[in-house]
């Protein structure tokens, strides 16, 4: 029997999806969300699925077939059979290359959960971390570069797949679903985002930045260099040579770009780099700071302060699932190439679908986006608060105000800068985070996690003299007004006062 170095090739999806998909250590979920089931692939989905057959299918298709039969999962994994589908995978994560594959000989089933992608992935990014050329799947990928399996550095095709039919997995079914997928229309028709264009810095502090509210800025970074200049061909150019942060590794840009061409996963690579205008100093050169983000007082820190800039590339559907910015910083985010589409909550309304630790340290939520789309974004429309939504594109500019929660999906390839910074809005929240008791696992983007709160307050005291005084005064008195002004019921007069009253 062929093993795990044979070619796997898309599914066969269905329709019809009832039951669901568990994890251990995430929240149980829906194999589709509510509202209406369907789903429309990708066209390389589609085309690259049409003669094949089955290698999985939903776990209701089993009730579904004409003909009664067992589930091959259940016949072919011997004395592992109990284990949930996620717990088999991460029992299998722990094995190295040439296990899994002679695992994968050893029954159709074996054959079907050996070649699940995510797996070779890990074997890739371990052993060979950004030095690899992606060969349009994580499997094929490490047979032809990992030394073990490239016989003397020939690059040897995988055999033809087996057609396997008859497995049912809700949860392996539902990882190439969420890669295959598109957006579904009434995940992006949304957008009730507040849109400003030409306003002054007074009218975005009063606004926008002191009642702590989202917005999208249009026409703020008209002048930067970077929305003419950085093409593939130019950004190429610059970097050669360069390695930037791709998730768990560093690759060149030239790699990184072969990767995202050939990609359909779900979770794509994102490139995420905090030190691009370090490495390239035209990248740095190529955009400024818009006029309403230019107070940035963890700039008193100098060399210490933590990571704040970042460039940010990625092909459609990668992105950054929920989460809420370092530090308790407020942040913005301009898109030079493609576009993103967004979804903010205020930070006392968790998303649904993410559960953040009492001490704010960990947060429990889906595996990637697309599943938070299927399984939660319908939950949103009964609740009362609901999320902040808008697609950004090419010369826009999201403001992310502090504490707020969001998730962000790249719609196309696109490239983007964000910077975190602290005005004197939200300089006493900074603060207060990062004299937290859990602070050392909290803070981020700096190795001196422990001592950021005293060096920070006593770069502010000596380059601001009387800020921080001044700002905990004015703090003060707002909440002592807001104790003093009357509310609707206290106002409301009863009849014995010629007023009026309620009646129950």
């Not at 100093?281 to 800039?309: K, N, Q």
Request: hydrophobic share 40%.
């Amino acid at each position: 029997m062929p093993g795990a170095f044979h070619s796997l090739l898309p599914l066969k999806p269905s329709p019809k999806r009832k039951s669901k998909r568990h994890r251990t250590r995430k929240p149980k979920r829906h194999l589709a969300g509510a509202g209406d089931p369907s789903f429309h692939l990708k066209s390389s989905a589609s085309a690259s699925s049409r003669d094949i057959g089955c290698l999985v299918e939903p776990l209701g298709n089993l009730f579904l077939v004409s003909t009664p039969r067992a589930n091959l999962r259940d016949a072919g994994l011997g004395a592992l059979r109990p284990l949930p589908d996620d717990l088999l995978l991460d029992v299998l994560g722990l094995l190295p290359s040439r296990d899994l594959a002679a695992l994968s000989v050893c029954s159709k089933a074996f054959y079907v959960v050996s070649a699940h992608d995510p797996l070779w992935r890990a074997l890739v990014l371990d052993e060979l971390g950004g030095g690899f050329d992606f060969a349009g799947s994580w499997r094929a990928t490490y047979y032809i570069s990992a030394p073990s399996g490239g016989r003397g550095g020939h690059h040897l095709i995988p055999p033809r797949a087996l057609k396997i039919r008859g497995f049912y997995s809700d949860y392996l079914f539902q990882s190439w679903l969420c890669a295959n997928m598109e957006m579904r229309h009434e995940w992006l028709a949304r957008d009730n985002i507040e849109r400003r264009r030409g306003i002054s810095v007074e009218q975005f502090i009063a606004e926008v930045e002191e009642p702590n509210r989202p917005v999208l800025l249009e026409g703020c970074i008209d002048g930067w260099p970077a929305l003419q200049k950085w093409s593939r061909e130019y950004l190429l150019e610059i970097s050669e040579g360069k390695e930037f942060a791709v998730g768990p590794v560093s690759m060149t840009l030239d790699r990184y770009f072969r990767y995202a061409d050939n990609v359909q996963e779900e979770r794509p690579l994102y490139l995420f780099d905090s030190k691009f205008a370090e490495k390239v100093p035209e990248m740095g050169r190529d955009y400024d700071v818009p006029v309403y983000f230019r107070e940035d007082l963890f700039s008193a820190l100098g060399e210490e302060r933590p990571d704040y800039r970042w460039v940010i590339i990625g092909p459609a559907g990668s992105g950054s699932s929920f989460h809420v910015d370092p530090n308790s910083t407020s942040a913005w985010n301009a898109i030079i190439k493609g576009s993103k589409k967004w979804v903010m909550f205020p930070p006392e309304v968790v998303p649904p679908g993410v559960h953040p630790s009492a001490d704010g340290a960990e947060v429990t939520s889906p595996v990637s986006i697309m599943e938070w789309f299927m399984n939660f974004y319908g939950a949103c429309k009964t609740w009362e608060k609901r999320p902040i939504e808008c697609v950004c594109r090419a010369g826009e500019v999201v403001f992310v105000p502090n504490g707020w929660w969001h998730l962000v999906i790249n719609l196309e390839e696109s490239i983007a800068i964000t910077q975190n910074y602290v005005s004197r809005r939200n300089l006493l929240n900074v603060l207060d985070f990062l004299k937290k008791p859990n602070a050392s696992e909290l803070v981020s983007g700096t190795k001196d996690r422990v001592n950021l709160h005293d060096k920070f307050r006593g770069a502010i005291e000596a380059a601001h003299p009387g800020m921080i005084n001044q700002l905990q005064l004015e703090a003060q008195q707002k909440v002592a007004a807001r104790k003093k002004k009357a509310s609707f019921w206290d106002s409301a007069a009863d009849a014995r006062s010629r007023g009026f009253k309620f009646s129950f």
